[in-house]
């Protein structure tokens, strides 16, 4: 089945696999081990596809959502035994794909960035940004988080300004982009997922489209 899964993504057959879940338990914890898919196109279309299909299974059995969600979030932490490091993204897109179910939950993804330890967030920070991203306007301009994703601005790693970028964009916070004129000179090379596709682009193209242009690729 996850070879099966894995063509699905190649084809970005979200809603085969959306099908696929709703008759297997199997689908969520397959596509979970296809985050770790050595090409990252395929690892991001997993979190994508875990969305949809997590929608399609908690119309009629949220609780099996919820435990997924659960076993998600075990997975951030060492103890897990096995660190599944595109959790906050995928916790964020099964949030999206039915907020009022999962509301409860918003919270405890966008805060993940505060309650990371500092060791982890060399590696999560970037995805834990998209997560927020994410989320948008469902975190309701948490005052906690934000400046948390203002302070990325500043970070050494071009992946996480420009990332911070595309968060605050996506929670309506063009104002502070608007003030950050330093980053219209910024190359950094940075990936973002959107739609389905991978986007290589830079931290100044990002902030391009933030503010209203074209963001380049």
Known sequence: MKRTLRALLEERRCDRIAEMAAGSKRVL?????????????????????????????????????????????????????????????????????RPALFADWVPIVTHLILEAAEEDLAHFRPGMLWAV?????LTAGDPDVEPAVV???????????????WCL??????????????LESDEGDVELFEEGVLRHTTVARVL?????????A
Do not use: K, N, Y
């Not at 998600?72 to 595109?86: A, K, P, T, V, Y």
């Not at 916070?173 to 003030?179: F, I, K």
């Not at 391009?208 to 380049?216: C, S, T, V």
């Open 29 to 97: 914890g397959l596509l979970t081990a296809l985050t770790f898919d050595a090409d990252p196109l395929i690892a991001w279309r997993a979190v994508e596809a875990m969305g949809v299909a997590a929608a399609r299974i908690a119309d009629a059995r949220p609780e099996f959502v919820r435990e997924h969600l659960r076993r998600l979030h075990w997975l951030l932490s060492e103890e897990s035994g096995g660190i599944c490091w595109r959790a906050p993204e995928a916790m964020a897109e099964i949030v999206v794909g």
């Open 151 to 165: 302070a990325a601005l500043d970070h050494a790693d071009p992946q996480v300004r420009g990332t911070a970028v």
């Open 169 to 182: 964009a996506r929670l309506g916070r063009s104002d502070v982009l608007a003030r950050r004129r330093d």
């Open 208 to 216: 391009e489209g933030a503010l209203g242009g074209e963001p380049g």
């Open 133 to 137: 991203g994410r989320l948008g306007p």
